[in-house]
C-alpha cells in the first residue's frame, strides 16, 4: 500500500499562487501520479499527472499554462505550483496513484488517494 498526504492548502487572492505538495510512502510505487480536485456540489475532476519519473506530464485544459506539476524522486514527493489563481479553481485537492500503463485521468483509474487539501481563491 502508498501512503499520501496533501499539504499546502490555503485561503489567496484571486491572481495569487499556492504550491501543493503530496508525499508518498509505504511501498511507493506507481506509473503515474496526479492531482484532482473537487469543488462542493460538483464530481471530482482531474487537474493534471505526471509521470513516475518526471518526464512526462499532462494537463487539464483548465489549468494548462497556469499550472505547473512536478516530482522529486529523491522525497517521494509531487508539487503543484499554481499561479494566476481563479475563484472558480476553489476546491478540495486530491493527489492520487495510478498503476495503469495508459495515461489516467479518470478518477476510478487511481486506487491511492490522499485525504485532499482545501484551496479557496477569493474574489
Known amino acids: 500500500q502508498v501512503q499520501l498526504v496533501e499539504s499546502g492548502g490555503g485561503l489567496v487572492q484571486a491572481g495569487g499562487s499556492l504550491r501543493l505538495s503530496c508525499t508518498a510512502s509505504g511501498r511507493t510505487f506507481g506509473n503515474y501520479m496526479g492531482w484532482f480536485r473537487q469543488a462542493p456540489g460538483k464530481e471530482r475532476e482531474f487537474v493534471a499527472f505526471?509521470?513516475?519519473?518526471?518526464?512526462?506530464?499532462y494537463y487539464a485544459d483548465s489549468v494548462k499554462g497556469r499550472f505547473t506539476i512536478s516530482r522529486d524522486n529523491a522525497k517521494n514527493t509531487m508539487y503543484l505550483q499554481m499561479s494566476s489563481l481563479k475563484p472558480e479553481d476553489t476546491a478540495v485537492y486530491y493527489c492520487a496513484v495510478s498503476t495503469r500503463g495508459e495515461p489516467p485521468t479518470m478518477p476510478y483509474e487511481y486506487p491511492y488517494w490522499g485525504q485532499g487539501t482545501q484551496v479557496t481563491v477569493s474574489s
Open positions: 505526471i509521470t513516475w519519473s518526471g518526464g512526462g506530464t
